[in-house]
């Protein structure tokens, strides 16, 4: 690359599909049952590479990609992930998806690490040169590029570190330990659990985890998240979130046994769709006033959260900890009810962007694994997590009579796709 062209300029040729789909994308559902029935089912896929088939994940992508537009596919030298693409852009070079990341694609086997042949033949032909050869998380990939030192002043002995995805490398900066449990609250919502041992399930993913050859971690994704809250803000609280603040002080824990469940897009986990809000008799009903919509919506989020982590392997121990982490992880009556539907302390760390501070000690990590350093050692000497909220007995107490509505929803959520959005009192979104 020429160091006197910008990055924009000299790349702006090389991409082969312009208007890449982003995670929220759920279009590739018949792509998703295609690839199970290859492997054996559902169940069999999860088993092996972490997940059932999702929508958003790379492999129904890329058979989508190939069967809409095989020209493009065939034309195609590399396929790369957005983090092993930014890589790529310091390596000068492609560089290799790292086995943490990877695991957010249906294609490699969570197990033995390996891309998994059956995956790969059943979305398109030629697939495994195209995407490269996994690495662990921590690998050196060699040397940033000429036009790197040329153009911003690197060190020419500046090493590439392999980059993660945005859920690993938070996993990483919120300095997860066993038995805690990360709660992002992003644009999306995700949950992260440190797994010693791997229980794919129907719901809710499992990666390699970024930082310890041994273990697993558990995620799982909502769509549903700050997007749902700052809806319900501005239909609720006039776009405020100091008055969404009050409405959750001015309401009791378990919202007097109303909840609602407000997903204004299709959900991931679960896969549901509409507004549901039940009253204290469990009966079905159109609607809230502000302050009990505003509770119903944080507790519903959170209870959903906690039943899916409980299935994924998440237990209580007495240790456990909340790390919460994200855009509203700044709002400290959101972190009340997170800390009273868990039952357990929530923690901050100063900064709410984890995810790139996980990427800067992955780097670290990356360079001192060679001289025997654990990620513990690289990280020892970052300040401690602060205390943001401890759980009220009172609240957990209260909290106890919204289990049966959840798991209602669950059970029913075939249903609950059919309900039409536009009827529920919200706007559709934009508008
Ligand atoms: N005080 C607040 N209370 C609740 N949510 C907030 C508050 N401040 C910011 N947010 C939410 O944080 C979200 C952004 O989180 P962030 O972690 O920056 O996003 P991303 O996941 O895209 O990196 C916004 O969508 C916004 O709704
Ligand atoms: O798809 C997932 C996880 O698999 C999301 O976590 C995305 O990675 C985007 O997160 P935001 O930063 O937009 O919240």
Redesign the pocket.
Known sequence: MKGSLLFHQALQDCFSVLDSPVWMDSSTTAECRSLEAAVGGAQKMASLTGSRAYERFTGSQIAKLYRTNPERYLGTERVSLISSFAASLFLGDYAEIDFSDGSGMNLLDINIREWVPTCLDACAPGLAKKLGNPVPSHTILGNISPYLVERYGFSPNCHVIAFTG?NPASLAGMRLEEGDITV?????DTVFLWLKKPQPALEGHVFIHPMSWQAYMGLICSKN???A??RV?ADCADGS??Q??KSLKETVPGNKGNIGFYYFSVEITPPAIGIHRFNAQDEKVSEFSSNVEIRSLIEGQFLSKRIHAEKLGYCLMPQSRILA???????AD?LQVLADVFEVPVYTLET??S?CLGAAYQAKFGLLFAEGMSFPDVVSTAAPHKLSARPNPAAVQLLCVLETPILQLTAHRTQCKLLPQESQGYPPAGR
């Open positions: 945005d992002s609250l992003g644009t999306s998240g700050s997007l809250r700052e803000c979130w100091e969404f603040s982490t994200g855009g509203a992880s700044c709002n959101i709410t962007n995810a």
